[in-house]
């Protein structure tokens, strides 16, 4: 770290920060870093050399009033992201001990290896109730992809993970880390595909068996449930496909399992309008920012 000591009769700190987050003086700096073993590096001399911006004081006030607006409607959404995915994990929890609430009238509760469900459900292992495609993965380099570039996705253990010239399936898919996902409770262990698309094989490739289980209450268990006692390896932990499909699933009926999946693929819906929200408030900061740097805003002319 270099620690800056500003001349509060000459430049503000908060005026100061904003300059360090700007592009301009990110490339800026980055022409002077020089190469080291590990990463770049900046020296003293480096720093105190490069020349910035220095408007009047009011209106680095001006600046940073208009920022710092933005930066809270950032950390407003941030909060609201937050809060719904509490929600998210509060309602899954309730639903799949007690079910969906429409089908919650005078029943009762048993006790299993996955803990309390309704007395109608039961317990079935995963192998039982999907269809496995992992016989169809074809892993590809990166060194290959770059040679292959296009327009359909090429998913991982994750997610999407690059965009390629060709895919492998078509259609809806539950997608299961293999390897180098996340495993514990309420983490994102599975993800759906929809369309078409490539799979390399750290990822597992499932459909739900028809009129035995949906692929959304089946994503939404494998994401509720703590993944990771199931899973081996030190370093780097491996669901295999033979322990995948000893996993223990609740299986209520599919139109119970399609309440129970709606309820939870709403709050999802939110999530996602949240954030987006965000997203757009960061790229109005960095315009609106890089814009000021810039001298591309008459901060003068703004009203606050």
């Not at 001399?45 to 020349?51: K, L």
């Not at 079910?99 to 039961?122: M, V, Y």
Request: hydrophobic letters at 40%; glycine letters at 4%; aromatic letters at 10%.
């Amino acid at each position: 770290f270099i620690g800056i000591v500003c001349n509060p009769q000459k430049v503000l700190p908060k005026y100061l920060e904003k300059v360090f987050l700007s592009k301009w003086f990110n490339q800026t700096k980055d022409s002077l870093a020089s190469d080291k073993a590990i990463q770049k590096s900046l020296n003293n001399d480096d720093i105190i050399n490069i020349e910035i911006p220095i408007p009047p004081l009011e209106i680095q006030k001006k600046i940073v009033a208009i920022l710092d607006t933005i930066e809270k409607a950032i950390e407003i959404q941030e909060k609201i992201i937050e809060k719904t995915k509490e929600l998210k994990k509060a309602m899954m929890a309730d639903l799949f001990k007690y079910g969906s609430p429409s089908f919650r009238k005078n029943r009762r509760l048993k006790k299993t290896e996955i803990g309390e469900i309704p007395e109608d459900w039961k317990v079935v292992r995963l192998g039982k109730v999907v269809e496995n495609y992992d016989k169809k993965r074809i892993p590809l380099s990166e060194e290959i992809r770059k040679k292959r570039k296009g327009i359909y996705p090429y998913c991982g253990a994750n997610g999407i993970i690059d965009y390629i010239d060709d895919y492998i399936f078509d259609g809806e898919y539950v997608l299961l880390a293999e390897d180098g996902g996340f495993f514990n409770r309420f983490e994102d262990s599975a993800y759906i595909m929809k369309g078409k698309f490539w799979v390399n094989n750290h990822a597992h490739i499932l459909v739900g068996k028809e009129n035995l289980i949906t692929n959304y209450f089946l994503l939404y268990w494998l994401i509720y449930d703590d993944i990771s006692k199931y899973v081996s390896g030190s370093t780097r932990q491996k669901l295999t496909q033979k322990i995948m499909n000893n996993i223990l699933i609740p299986l209520p009926s599919l139109s119970e399992q399609k309440e129970i999946a709606d309820i939870l693929q709403t709050i999802d819906q939110k999530i996602e309008i949240e954030q987006r929200k965000k997203s757009l408030y960061e790229e109005l900061f960095k315009t609106v920012l890089n814009k000021i740097m810039n001298q591309e805003i008459d901060v003068e002319k703004i009203e606050i």
